[in-house]
């Protein structure tokens, strides 16, 4: 069952019940704690209860000229308690990074039903150790997120995005690395194989910034030969094509192509400033060692009891 | 088990360390520990009962092993410029410093990376890799002493934190000593890429001043040089007008790498020793540097001046090259010099408030000036709302030092009070355990705790820090301290 508390304070004491008879919770609708609680733009900051919608916080942010320079695939439904425990990113994150590099403060209610703060409101802040990146990417098993604090950015006054079409994943590797070489700053980044475009694959690059910036850059991307409009419509494809939810594997950008050859033609979108791959299909992946002593002890330590969601999988 | 009191180093002890690390990487003599008895912050001091100098993370983990095996504290130290004590041997104990340690091991220019050992000096790194158009962010002021490995125990940050963040946006990954000597890898390893299945243990780690254990190598990320600058000098009547002329920078859309204020006391204590021709009735004086592809930076910086003159910028200078830019950083950068033409002593506060309470904080630190008769000038990162208000203070008289003291207290708290914090980048250390508990709730520390113990739960690196109910060394010794 689950739970739909109407104050924090509500599911602190529902989560303190079952920690005491030892009986699993999972994540809480959090629909009635959805308020964007403080927006201050001259700071740069919000302040935000974590069942409001990802979708509906950008919007409040956008009437007042700022962004939580986030774009995970599937922001639909998609709230900010699960923003912080699952840690999507998107095409941007080349450009502006993750969760936890916009993450300042939040409240949580802890397996033992406390209710307790890390981090705070202002963007320099090392008071005490920073529990903010236990948090993210958890999958509520260390607690349950209330509330969160994010710093943010102006929203970019303009933003471009072009492809440049590859027959070969060498040529894609060659192309990638003439941009990583060039004065070009963009905030996307991407290789993709793209059937739908007539080529093979393709590596698409975003700028966003002032309209002298991004023309600038548009212009050094056509000598680049970044000739083609494009838009970041094939995020929204991929993810919505296949049965099941696209895997993910990780290597050193450089590596990038080297990997993608083993994936034996799956259908793949590539963040190829960070060497990040989601990818549909079965292909076998090697396993990067983890301190897996380390991660049980935090969780032997945060949920003794184990009545919260298990810690993400390897 | 906390370690409390006193643990004394045995000659077994200091032989076994000699055993490991060579006899001249041991170091007993008390006036050779005389350098390791406090970090810059100087009021108070302990010496440590041995220092370590290893050379690997073998002969890391195998000293700290051995202090496990007896019970003893282990003090990590890099360079020793921390501000708030954080390197104390408050109980003695084994100082375990990772200078010799210094090494750049590998650059990936490819992958924009950079593999350093701990003891690694933060401007080394740039400095080798700039020739390619890259560089790493995080500058704290110190940035030519302090050490990589410390860096991460304070999640240093710097002036252009606004716009680059702060350590731990820039390190991918580390190589960690567990207090009982085990050797993790947290993060991203070399040749790997940047998503790490399971918890962020890497970040949980970062700032957590030693007290998880020893960072002997460090995966740092690079990031591309800016194609240029723009720096400016903005002279205005009153710290009031510059924090508005910051607030509608922002508001403008415009982030800059750096946005720097100093009050009118700092000026004119820079005027008086280096002559840049500020006016000295200026209440205030705002540096702003743009930075980022060379297209559209000259319409920002116009932009900026706009505002400035809105706000009543009664002058403001944009540096024509390098060389004016180096000009006009210099009278940031040499502040706290300065203020050494106005006081013996001084001690360097490092609160946050949100950006738009600047002007309120300020009327507050001015307040406290007179209520405590005290001198105290500010130049600070207006960008982040990170203040260093420098408390000016004769060390040869009592009574000073209890007012500098209650100063710094009045000030830390209004920032609290204000939503903001009692410390930027120089951490809690020794200096703010106090104020942690007015900062955070009894329950808030006790979820810190629990992540102590899962890394050390023996409470045995670098005890006495952070946490209220620390033991606190009594010695009190106010010297002339360094800047931030």
């Given amino acids: 069952m689950t ?9 602190a004491a529902l989560v303190r019940s079952a920690n005491e008879r030892h009986s699993p919770v999972s994540a809480p609708d959090l629909t009635r704690l959805n308020r964007v609680l403080e927006h201050t733009p001259e700071d740069m900051t919000v302040t935000v209860e974590a069942g409001c919608q990802f979708d509906e916080l950008q919007k409040q942010l956008a009437q007042r000229g700022q962004w939580l320079p986030l774009d995970p695939p599937v922001a639909d439904d998609l709230t900010i308690a699960n923003l912080i425990a699952r840690n999507p990113s998107g095409p941007r994150r080349f450009g502006f990074g ?15 039903g406390r209710l307790v703060r890390n981090g705070g409101k202002v963007v320099k802040n090392v008071a005490g150790f920073d529990l903010l990146k236990l948090f993210v990417g958890a999958e509520h098993s260390l607690g349950f997120v209330v509330e969160a604090t994010f710093k943010l950015l102006p929203r970019p006054e303009s933003e471009c995005f072009v492809r440049a079409r590859c027959e070969s994943l060498d040529d894609a590797r060659q192309v990638i690395d003439n941009v990583l070489e060039s004065p070009l700053t963009p905030s996307v980044l991407d290789l993709h194989n793209d059937p739908l475009h007539g080529g093979r694959f393709s590596v698409v ?27 970041l419509d094939y995020e929204q494809r991929f993810w919505e ?14 590596a990038l192509v080297e990997r993608l050859r083993t994936l034996d033609g799956a259908a793949f979108i590539a963040r190829a400033g960070n060497g990040t791959i989601y990818f549909h299909g079965d292909a076998t992946l090697p396993q990067p060692a983890l301190p897996s002593a380390l991660i049980q002890r935090v969780k032997s330590t945060f949920d003794p009891n184990g009545i919260l969601p298990p810690p993400p999988s390897a | 088990m906390t370690p409390h009191d006193e643990q004394p180093v045995t000659p077994e002890v200091i032989r076994a360390l000699r055993d490991i690390v060579g006899a001249d990487g041991v170091i007993t003599g008390d006036d050779e520990l005389l350098v390791y008895e406090c970090d810059a912050y100087t009021l108070e001091k302990h010496l440590p009962g041995v220092v370590v100098l290893p050379r690997t993370t073998a002969e890391v983990a195998a000293v700290v092993k051995l202090c496990a095996q007896h019970h003893l504290p282990i003090i990590p130290r890099g360079a020793g410029t921390s501000l708030s004590g954080t390197v104390l041997a408050v109980t003695g104990g084994v100082m375990i410093a990772v200078t010799r340690m210094n090494r750049v091991l590998d650059i990936d220019f490819r992958n924009r990376r950079a593999l350093v050992e701990a003891g690694c000096v933060n401007a080394w790194v740039t400095n080798a890799v700039k020739h390619r158009g890259l560089f790493y962010a995080p500058d704290p002021s110190s940035q030519s002493a302090c050490t990589i490995g410390g860096n991460i125990g304070t999640n240093s940050g710097g002036p252009h934190t606004l716009k680059y963040g702060v350590t731990t946006n820039h390190v991918l990954g580390y190589e960690l000593v567990l207090p009982d000597g085990e050797i993790v890898w947290l993060g991203s390893r070399p040749d790997e890429g940047e998503e790490v299945d399971g918890y962020d243990l890497r970040g949980a780690a970062i700032g957590s001043e030693g007290m998880f254990g020893i960072v002997t190598r460090v995966l740092l990320r690079l990031i591309r040089a800016p194609q240029a600058f723009k720096t400016l000098l903005g002279v205005f009547d009153s710290v009031d007008q510059a924090s508005q002329a910051v607030s509608d920078i922002i508001g ?28 000295l009735d200026a209440g205030a004086v705002l540096i702003v540097e743009l930075d980022g592809l060379a297209a559209g930076l000259d319409a920002q910086a116009e932009r900026v ?6 706000n009543g910028a009664r002058e403001v200078r944009i540096a ?82 209890r007012r500098a003291l209650a100063a710094s207290d009045d000030i830390l708290g209004k920032c609290v009070e204000l939503g903001g914090s009692v410390t930027g980048e120089h951490g809690i250390g020794a200096e703010k355990i106090d104020f942690m508990a007015r900062q955070f709730s009894v329950d808030d520390l006790d979820a810190m705790r629990m992540l102590r113990r899962v890394f050390d739960p023996e409470g045995r690196s670098n005890p006495h820090k952070m946490f209220p109910g620390s033991k606190r060394c009594g010695d009190f010794a106010p010297k002339k301290q360094a800047g931030a």
């Avoid at chain 1, 969760?99 to 033992?112: E, K, M, N, P, T």
């Avoid at chain 2, 506060?349 to 001015?366: A, N, T, Y």
């Avoid at chain 2, 960008?383 to 000073?400: F, K, M, S, T, V």
């Fill in chain 1, 98 to 112: 993750t969760v936890r590099d916009h993450l300042i403060g939040l409240q949580v209610v802890l397996a033992d």
């Fill in chain 2, 305 to 310: 001046v706009e505002i400035c003159r809105e």
């Fill in chain 2, 252 to 279: 403008a859309g415009i982030v800059p790498g750096a946005l720097e204020m100093m009050d009118q006391l700092i000026t004119q204590a820079v005027e008086a020793a280096y002559h840049f021709g500020f006016p």
């Fill in chain 1, 205 to 231: 690059i975003g700028f966003s910034g002032s309209y002298a910036e991004v023309d600038w850059q548009l212009g050094r991307a056509t000598q680049l030969g970044f000739g083609e409009a494009a838009a």
């Fill in chain 1, 3 to 11: 739970i739909s508390p109407a104050t924090r304070e509500e599911l």
């Fill in chain 1, 241 to 254: 094509s296949g049965a099941d939810s696209p895997r993910r594997c990780s290597v050193a950008p450089a």
């Fill in chain 2, 320 to 401: 024509k090259d390098e060389q004016e830019r180096a000009d006009l950083w210099k009278s940031r950068k040499r502040a706290f010099g300065a203020i050494g033409r106005l006081s013996p002593n001084f001690i360097t506060q490092d609160g946050v408030v949100p950006r738009s309470k600047l002007p309120e904080m300020m009327r507050f630190i001015g307040e406290c000036s007179r209520k405590y008769e005290l001198r105290i000038p500010n130049v600070f990162h207006a960008g982040d709302g990170n203040l260093h208000p420098l408390i000016l203070y004769d060390e040869r008289d009592a009574d000073q030092i």
